[in-house]
């Protein structure tokens, strides 16, 4: 072979054929672990969005847009807030340079759904109903924002069959947990009985107290 016919393969061809590594561009990932599925292009309206830059090591990353309120928390972790539009452009930046531009969709808050045992608005055996004397919260099913919810209160009345006339008695408790007093009533339900839930409290991370849906369970 001709040593003039290196010339011919260029630069990257002479360093693979003498072993030599060749430099590539670290990809760029960006998760929002505010979401339970860190990957995808949502913010959510009125709460800190935390997204973590993923790409060379020991890159300073930044984060930058002219329609959302960003701080920077750590290397590489940001907080994006007060969004505005139906989406926004995030840009990517590595030491001066913009190496990366995303889309995001941006998304309200919607209400928490409130639910008996785990169902909500349904039939259930009498003995499932005894079994599971709690109220639970969460999200409407195609919403990924994460967040746990904790029943800080509810009422319950019961609704005799056949004509579902109202007993009178409120039964109320300041927890996820159905009061004592009513947990022995419903012993005494039958089949065609309905247990009402009403000024159901939920609240989530942060302080704020929300008032959810109301809740009906029949005894089957």
């Given at each position: 072979?001709?040593?003039g016919?290196?010339r ?7 360093l693979l ?9 670290q990809?760029i ?7 339970s ?15 973590e ?9 930044a ?22 539009g ?23 808050i ?12 349904t ?7 005894i ?9 409407p ?9 904790i ?12 004509f579902y ?12 947990y ?17 247990i ?14 929300r ?10």
């Amino acid at each position: 072979m001709k040593p003039g016919n290196f010339r011919n393969w260029g630069l990257v061809g002479s360093l693979l054929f003498f072993g030599l590594p060749v430099a590539a561009q670290q990809p760029i990932k960006v998760l929002n672990h505010t979401l339970s599925k860190p990957e995808a292009h949502v913010l959510y309206l009125a709460i800190p969005n935390r997204l973590e830059v993923i790409g060379a090591s020991g890159h300073d990353y930044a984060i930058r847009s002219n329609q959302a309120e960003i701080q920077k928390k750590g290397p590489g972790i940001f907080e994006v807030d007060y969004a505005t539009g139906d989406k926004v452009t995030l840009q990517v930046w590595d030491s001066g340079k913009q190496v990366e531009t995303l889309e995001y969709k941006v998304a309200g808050i919607p209400y928490p759904i409130a639910y008996y045992g785990g169902f909500r608005d349904t039939a259930l055996p009498h003995s499932l109903v005894i079994q599971n004397p709690f109220v639970s919260a969460l999200f409407p099913p195609d919403c990924l924002l994460k967040a746990r919810f904790i029943i800080c209160g509810h009422s319950a009345r019961i609704m005799k069959a056949p004509f579902y006339k109202n007993e009178g008695i409120t039964f109320t408790s300041h927890s996820f947990y159905l009061s004592p007093e009513l947990q022995d009533r419903l012993k005494e339900l039958k089949p065609g009985d309905r247990i009402i839930f009403t000024d159901i409290k939920a609240r989530a991370n942060s302080s704020c107290v929300r008032t959810l849906s109301d809740l009906t369970i029949t005894i089957r």
